[in-house]
């Protein structure tokens, strides 16, 4: 099966967000996150993205979704993939993953 590179956009913020008391701050969670998924899929092509939802790119649709994370009161780090919120607040690798292998990807 032949798939194209996957853009993970995390969205998330300095501060942690009210409810995330104990959780990592969103930017240990990218980091996390990219680690994992090189491990589980190594050598296949995605692209990771860290947006702060109160400093956002001009980049229309990622500075749309970041105010969307604000007036909805979302539970950041949001973890984004082809526009479908895969995780929320504390992401599941297990959601992630399963997400990617639907569109291709192989774990090893």
């Known amino acids: 099966m032949e798939f194209t ?10 501060q942690l967000c009210p409810s995330c008391v104990n ?5 240990e969670t990218f980091e996390w996150l ?4 090189s491990r589980k899929f190594p050598d296949q092509p995605y692209k990771m ?5 109160y400093n956002p790119p001009l980049e229309e649709k990622k500075r749309d979704f970041a105010q969307k994370v604000i007036e909805e009161d979302l539970f950041y780090p949001v973890v984004v993939i082809k526009d ?3 995780g929320e607040g504390n992401p599941r690798l297990k959601t ?5 292998e639907k569109y291709g990807y192989q774990a090893v």
């Open 96 to 100: 992630i993953f399963a997400k990617l």
């Open 49 to 53: 993205s860290y947006v702060d939802i």
């Open 23 to 27: 959780l990592p701050s969103s930017k």
């Open 84 to 86: 479908e919120i895969v």
């Open 5 to 14: 590179e996957i853009e993970i956009v995390l969205y998330g913020a300095e």
């Open 34 to 37: 990219e680690a994992a998924i």
